[in-house]
């Protein structure tokens, strides 16, 4: 039992701790990230900008769905428009086009993913037909084959080549229910030809808000801010993928064997009600109070995931404001637990990184869409 007359000493000694502890660590002033054993870099990375094509005298991107780069620099363009790839040479120009809209052999009604693998063959997945078509590698690039995909497990919705395999992604229907919910995630599982493994590689995880059901299907609105799983093929023949509520990277093998490739104890950022308020500034009356009362309180910690052929991890960070003309993506060397910053233009989606080089899409002051490329001066 404690003696009474310990107990104003007992405080005098907890107030001199508290105001101590304050004194030390409390302040105003913003001091540099918490980043565990990971260490951020003084000298950044430099890019310098070597290439932006939207148009030329002979094509026009009407929508740049997705691109990907052979070994010798040409890159290849689905243009979900067109309905056809487009193929450029390293200078931009027009090489070939493949495709165009139809249901026959290497036809396309709905293309959405391409990836420049085995060789520089070409593989193109078309959303609408569950088809993988695959070309020969460019100059002299010829229809070779298609594949169509089918499966009870849901809607085939992406599938992407990793080493000599392939991984698809799959969408379960959607529920008639009214609100925030967490559906049923999409899978990543491995394909052996036309058959897809029981077993997924990776669930994602998003949370959605169903607006309405109606004769044409579900109309979805996602949560502003809100987390999701970013899964992104890498050179090693896995899977990378996060939720990004954490800066945690993890790698799956197709034997489902996962490694965690970067852990980082990144400060969260919080969200600013100038941002809240432009964020939910164009949703409907009708369904902003679940978004409003779901809202989170900080940005998820990283929001893209690039794999360079390096093997370093390219993350883009939550923007800082509203109206950022730029934001950051660190460079992660996951041997060395370095952190390099690279500050490109807001509106810039990285998608490829090799050769030293770093692909992009962003829009051109026209509104068009454009292909960018950088060359890694360090």
């Known amino acids: 039992m404690t003696d009474r007359s310990t107990i104003p000493r007992l405080l005098f000694w907890i107030i001199g701790i508290s105001v101590l502890l304050a004194g030390c660590g409390g302040s105003d002033t913003e001091g540099p990230p918490q980043l565990g054993d990971w260490t951020l870099q003084d000298d950044g990375l430099t890019l310098t900008q070597e290439l932006q094509v939207s148009e030329t005298d002979t094509y026009f991107l009407g929508s740049v769905q997705d691109f990907d780069v052979t070994t010798d620099g040409h890159i290849v363009v689905v243009d979900r428009e067109a309905n056809n790839l487009k193929v450029l040479r390293s200078d931009g120009s027009l090489l070939d086009t493949l495709g165009r809209q139809g249901q026959g052999p290497g036809e396309f009604q709905d293309p959405t993913i391409v990836d420049v693998a085995r060789g520089d063959s070409v593989y193109v997945f078309d959303n609408q037909l569950n088809r993988l078509v695959v070309f020969s590698p460019p100059p002299a690039a010829e229809l070779a084959r298609s594949v169509v995909i089918t499966s009870d497990i849901g809607h085939l919705s992406g599938i992407?080549?990793?080493?000599?395999?392939?991984?698809?992604?799959?969408?379960?229907?959607?529920?008639?229910?009214?609100?925030?919910?967490?559906?049923?995630?999409?899978?990543?599982?491995?394909?052996?030809?036309?058959?897809?493994?029981?077993?997924?590689?990776?669930?994602?995880?998003?949370?959605?808000?169903?607006?309405?059901?109606?004769?044409?299907?579900?109309?979805?609105?996602?949560?502003?801010?809100?987390?999701?799983?970013?899964?992104?093929?890498?050179?090693?023949?896995r899977l990378y993928h996060g939720i990004n509520d954490s800066l945690r990277i993890r790698a799956t093998s197709l034997d489902g064997t996962t490694e965690t490739i970067a852990h980082i104890p990144a400060d969260p950022v919080p969200i600013t009600e100038a941002e809240r308020d432009s964020a939910l500034a164009d949703i409907p009356s009708a369904i902003r109070s679940p978004l409003v009362s779901n809202f989170p309180d900080a940005k998820p910690a990283f929001t893209d995931l690039v794999v360079a052929d390096t093997g370093r991890l390219w993350v883009r960070r939550p923007p800082e404001g509203p109206d950022a003309e730029t934001t950051s993506w660190w460079v992660l060397s996951p041997d060395q637990k370095t952190i390099h910053e690279v500050r490109l233009d807001a509106e810039m989606d990285l998608e490829v990184i090799q050769n030293r080089h770093v692909y992009g899409t962003t829009t051109t002051e026209a509104g068009a869409p454009a292909v960018v490329r950088y060359q890694i001066d360090s």
């Open 160 to 237: 992407r080549v990793l080493g000599d395999r392939f991984v698809g992604e799959f969408t379960p229907g959607y529920t008639r229910k009214e609100g925030l919910y967490r559906p049923t995630p999409n899978t990543w599982h491995a394909l052996e030809g036309t058959s897809v493994s029981d077993d997924p590689l990776v669930r994602v995880q998003r949370r959605k808000v169903a607006t309405s059901f109606g004769d044409e299907g579900a109309a979805i609105a996602y949560l502003p801010f809100g987390r999701v799983t970013r899964v992104t093929p890498g050179p090693d023949g």
